[in-house]
C-alpha cells in the first residue's frame, strides 16, 4: 500500500491496519506518525517467535507475544516521559521532627518532591522517584513506615496509590492491551466530570483502567476520582485500600468540593443496573440516573467528558442475573440499593482486548446558569446518545474481543 493511500485514510483504519501488522506502540502515534511507521514497515519474516515476557513469564491464552513486546515499550516510554517531572540530581530538603531526611528526589523546578511540596499530587500523580516499578518501593516503604506525610482530606494516600498504579498497568498493559482514544478531550488544569458505560459484574475493572488511561495517556498524570457506591465503602479492608488509591464516596457533597479544588471526577451514572448487566444487554447504555452529574459540572463550571468503554461488559460475562442474591445482599448490607446480582461463570477475567475513547466534552452554560430537573435529564440523555453512538462505532470497527 502506498504512503498516498495510508494518507487519505482515517486515523482509526490506520490503526486496524497496525493491529493486523502487529505495529508496536500504534496506539501512542498520531495519524502522521501511523503513516510514516506503516510506510516503512515490512511484513516480518518466518523466523522464531521472540521470547517475551510479562506478567512473569506467564502463557496466557489469546496474548500474543507481539503484545508483551509492545506492553514492554510502552511501559518503557511510559517511564521515560514521567521522568520529565522529576529532577533525579536534587534530593529534598526536608526533614522529619525526629531527624529522618526525605532523601526523595524533587519535582521539576522546585526544591522539594511531591510528598513534601506543594499539595499538587493530590490531582497530578507524578511518580516520586521518577519512575514506576518494584525498583522505586524502597524508598517508598519507608515513608509509608514512617508516616512522613499527609493525606488528603478525602483519604488519598499517594503512596498507596502509586504502588496500585504500578500493580495494575500490569493489567492495563499485558493482560486487557488498553488502547486509549481522544485522550486531548481530558482537561490538564481544573475540574471536569468523566462519564463513562459502566460493567463487570464482578469488579470495578472500569473504574480503575478509566483512572490508568488518564495516568499513563495523558500529558500531564492526573488523578481521577472515582466515585463509587456504599458497597466499596463498607467492606471491611476494601474500603479502606479504595480510598487509599483515590477513589471516592458516592455522596453530593464529596463530589462538589472535589470538584471546587479542581479535580477530575470518574462517574458511572448507570449505577448497579449498569454494572449487573447481563452479557445479552452489553454496551447498551441504560440511563445515567437523574442527571445529577450535570448538575455538580454545571454548579462547579466544569466540563463533562462522556466516555465510551469498551471491554468492561465482557470480562465476566453475566449469564443471569438473580433477584434471590440480591436479597441476600440487603441482608448483610441494609444501605445498599442493588435489586439483581449478575452470575458470571468465569472467576478469572477473560483477556479482553479494552478500548476507551475519550469523547469532546460538554462545556458548561453561562456563569451563575442553574439547571432545573428537566434540564439536567436532558443534558443526561444527550451525554447518554453520545456514548451509545460512539459504543456502536467501536462494535463495527472491532474485529475480535480477543
Same mark, same amino acid.
Given at each position: 500500500?502506498?504512503?498516498?493511500?495510508?494518507?487519505?485514510?482515517?486515523?482509526?483504519?490506520?490503526?486496524?491496519?497496525?493491529?493486523?501488522?502487529?505495529?508496536?506502540?500504534?496506539?501512542?502515534?498520531?495519524?502522521?506518525?501511523?503513516?510514516?511507521?506503516?510506510?516503512?514497515?515490512?511484513?516480518?519474516?518466518?523466523?522464531?517467535?521472540?521470547?517475551?515476557?510479562?506478567?512473569?513469564?506467564?502463557?496466557?491464552?489469546g496474548i500474543a507475544p507481539e503484545d508483551r513486546a509492545e506492553a514492554r515499550a510502552r511501559r518503557d516510554a511510559l517511564n521515560e516521559r514521567l521522568s520529565e517531572f522529576v529532577d533525579l540530581d536534587t534530593h529534598c530538603d526536608w526533614q522529619s521532627a525526629e531527624g529522618h531526611?526525605?532523601?526523595?528526589?524533587?519535582?521539576?523546578?522546585?526544591?522539594?518532591?511531591?510528598?513534601?511540596?506543594?499539595?499538587?499530587?493530590?490531582?497530578?500523580?507524578?511518580?516520586?522517584?521518577?519512575?514506576?516499578?518494584?525498583?522505586?518501593?524502597?524508598?517508598?516503604?519507608?515513608?509509608?513506615?514512617?508516616?512522613?506525610?499527609?493525606?488528603?482530606?478525602f483519604g488519598l494516600d499517594p503512596v498507596v496509590a502509586e504502588m496500585a498504579w504500578h500493580l495494575l498497568n500490569m493489567l492495563y498493559y499485558d493482560y486487557f492491551r488498553v488502547e486509549v482514544e481522544g485522550i486531548e478531550n481530558v482537561p490538564m488544569d481544573g475540574g471536569a466530570?468523566?462519564?463513562?458505560?459502566?460493567?463487570?459484574?464482578?469488579?470495578?475493572?472500569?473504574?480503575?483502567?478509566?483512572?490508568?488511561?488518564?495516568?499513563?495517556?495523558?500529558?500531564?498524570?492526573?488523578?481521577?476520582?472515582?466515585?463509587?457506591?456504599?458497597?466499596?465503602?463498607?467492606?471491611?479492608?476494601?474500603?479502606?485500600?479504595?480510598?487509599?488509591?483515590?477513589?471516592?464516596?458516592?455522596?453530593?457533597?464529596?463530589?462538589?468540593?472535589?470538584?471546587?479544588?479542581?479535580?477530575?471526577?470518574?462517574?458511572?451514572?448507570?449505577?448497579?443496573?449498569? @454494572?449487573?448487566? *447481563? %452479557?445479552?444487554?452489553?454496551?447498551?447504555?441504560?440511563? $445515567?440516573?437523574?442527571?445529577?452529574?450535570? /448538575?455538580? #459540572? !454545571?454548579?462547579?463550571?466544569?466540563?463533562?467528558?462522556?466516555?465510551?468503554?469498551?471491554?468492561?461488559e465482557e470480562v465476566h460475562p453475566a449469564v443471569m442475573v438473580s433477584k434471590r442474591l440480591a436479597k441476600l445482599v440487603r441482608l448483610f448490607f441494609p444501605e445498599q440499593r442493588v435489586e439483581e446480582i449478575a452470575i458470571a461463570l468465569n472467576p478469572v477475567p477473560l483477556p479482553?482486548?479494552?478500548?476507551?475513547? @475519550?469523547?469532546? *466534552? %460538554?462545556?458548561?452554560?453561562?456563569?451563575?446558569?442553574? $439547571?432545573?430537573?428537566?434540564?439536567?435529564? /436532558?443534558? #443526561? !440523555?444527550?451525554?447518554?446518545?453520545?456514548?451509545?453512538?460512539?459504543?456502536?462505532?467501536?462494535?463495527?470497527?472491532?474485529?475480535?474481543?480477543?
Amino acid at each position: 500500500m502506498t504512503r498516498d493511500q495510508l494518507a487519505s485514510m482515517t486515523k482509526r483504519q490506520l490503526l486496524g491496519i497496525a493491529r493486523d501488522r502487529n505495529l508496536r506502540g500504534r496506539s501512542t502515534m498520531s495519524k502522521a506518525d501511523l503513516v510514516d511507521a506503516l510506510s516503512d514497515h515490512k511484513e516480518p519474516a518466518d523466523t522464531e517467535t521472540p521470547d517475551v515476557h510479562g506478567l512473569g513469564g506467564i502463557t496466557i491464552p489469546g496474548i500474543a507475544p507481539e503484545d508483551r513486546a509492545e506492553a514492554r515499550a510502552r511501559r518503557d516510554a511510559l517511564n521515560e516521559r514521567l521522568s520529565e517531572f522529576v529532577d533525579l540530581d536534587t534530593h529534598c530538603d526536608w526533614q522529619s521532627a525526629e531527624g529522618h531526611p526525605c532523601g526523595l528526589p524533587v519535582l521539576t523546578n522546585s526544591h522539594r518532591c511531591g510528598l513534601h511540596g506543594d499539595g499538587s499530587i493530590a490531582d497530578r500523580a507524578i511518580p516520586l522517584t521518577g519512575k514506576l516499578g518494584f525498583s522505586a518501593w524502597p524508598p517508598l516503604w519507608r515513608h509509608l513506615s514512617l508516616a512522613t506525610y499527609d493525606i488528603d482530606a478525602f483519604g488519598l494516600d499517594p503512596v498507596v496509590a502509586e504502588m496500585a498504579w504500578h500493580l495494575l498497568n500490569m493489567l492495563y498493559y499485558d493482560y486487557f492491551r488498553v488502547e486509549v482514544e481522544g485522550i486531548e478531550n481530558v482537561p490538564m488544569d481544573g475540574g471536569a466530570v468523566l462519564v463513562a458505560n459502566h460493567g463487570g459484574a464482578a469488579l470495578p475493572y472500569d473504574g480503575a483502567m478509566l483512572s490508568l488511561a488518564v495516568l499513563n495517556e495523558a500529558a500531564v498524570p492526573r488523578r481521577v476520582r472515582v466515585i463509587g457506591t456504599e458497597i466499596f465503602n463498607m467492606l471491611p479492608g476494601v474500603s479502606h485500600l479504595y480510598r487509599k488509591v483515590g477513589a471516592a464516596y458516592a455522596t453530593r457533597d464529596d463530589a462538589r468540593e472535589l470538584l471546587r479544588r479542581g479535580h477530575i471526577l470518574g462517574v458511572f451514572p448507570e449505577g448497579e443496573r449498569g @454494572f449487573m448487566k *447481563p %452479557v445479552w444487554e452489553a454496551y447498551r447504555v441504560g440511563r $445515567l440516573g437523574r442527571g445529577g452529574f450535570a /448538575e455538580l #459540572a !454545571e454548579e462547579a463550571s466544569a466540563p463533562i467528558v462522556p466516555v465510551a468503554i469498551i471491554g468492561s461488559e465482557e470480562v465476566h460475562p453475566a449469564v443471569m442475573v438473580s433477584k434471590r442474591l440480591a436479597k441476600l445482599v440487603r441482608l448483610f448490607f441494609p444501605e445498599q440499593r442493588v435489586e439483581e446480582i449478575a452470575i458470571a461463570l468465569n472467576p478469572v477475567p477473560l483477556p479482553i482486548r479494552w478500548h476507551i475513547r @475519550f469523547l469532546p *466534552p %460538554v462545556m458548561p452554560s453561562k456563569p451563575d446558569h442553574h $439547571l432545573d430537573s428537566l434540564d439536567q435529564l /436532558e443534558r #443526561a !440523555e444527550d451525554v447518554r446518545r453520545t456514548i451509545q453512538s460512539a459504543l456502536d462505532d467501536i462494535l463495527s470497527r472491532r474485529r475480535t474481543a480477543f
